[in-house]
């Protein structure tokens, strides 16, 4: 059996559960006991992260590492390319996702609350944000997705991150355009069979949330 510590609102859960999904995998969502970070769950999970993967006698946290691990688990549908060089890029993407975008992005989430809101910081993080989107333009050329037609490990971090930025742009009517090439490309990821309900789920999650945010501080 496949557990995975995970919360809905979880960004690199979603990028977790798209992968679980697409390799056909049957698996079971449970909150980090006490929540992330929690002295009773980093028993558990030492790092206090989520999502965390308990399969057999395995305890695995870092979602790239859980991706690797599924992807040689269950070794079809292939999420990484054959060639050795088309693999590296792939792995090279997925931690450009998650090293120099998830953490902008994430960084918009302190700004929710009007009250603590700082229109500085929202337009000058749009600058960085606009910059790691048009460095990934460069690097990419998506056919339609970021390795060619088959979901790949790269992809599955970049769904959730497009929720996020629909909600940021609607919330904060920030200076920011998706380059044209990664506009075809979200399309193509947001619709694709193993991606649509995640995602569609996410941004209703984050709906809420922000409704939450914005009514409670
Ligand atoms: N590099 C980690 C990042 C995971 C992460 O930051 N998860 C957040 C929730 S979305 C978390 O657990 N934060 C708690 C903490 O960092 O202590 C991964 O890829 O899994």
């Not at 792995?91 to 229109?119: C, G, K």
């Not at 971090?157 to 919330?171: D, E, H, R, T, Y």
């Not at 995602?199 to 949330?209: F, M």
């Amino acid at each position: 059996m496949i557990l995975l510590y995970d919360l809905a609102i979880s960004s690199y859960g979603c990028k977790t559960r798209i992968l679980l999904r697409h390799k056909r995998l049957e698996w079971t969502s449970n909150a980090p006991p006490n929540g992330y970070g929690s002295p009773t769950y980093c028993e558990i999970v030492p790092s206090g992260t989520i999502p965390a993967l308990v399969h057999n006698e395995l305890i695995l946290s870092e979602s790239d590492a859980i991706a690797e691990y599924l992807n040689e688990f269950k070794p079809q549908p292939a999420m990484l390319p054959t060639n050795i060089q088309e693999r590296a890029t792939a792995r090279a993407l997925s931690r450009f996702h998650d090293t120099s975008i998830e953490p902008l992005l994430r960084s918009y989430f302190a700004q929710v609350n009007p009250t603590t809101r700082n229109p500085t910081f929202i337009a000058k993080n749009a600058t960085l944000l606009q910059r790691r989107f048009n460095q990934l333009e460069q690097m990419v050329k998506p056919s339609p997705l970021l390795t060619g037609e088959s979901l790949s490990l790269a992809d599955c971090g970049f769904a959730p991150s497009f929720a996020i930025l629909n909600l940021l742009q609607s919330l904060f009517a920030f200076d920011f355009k998706l380059p044209t090439t990664l506009q075809a490309y979200k399309k193509a990821l947001i619709t694709h069979p193993s991606v649509h309900y995640e995602y569609t789920n996410y941004i209703d999650v984050l709906a809420n949330w922000s409704e939450d945010k914005l009514a409670n501080g």
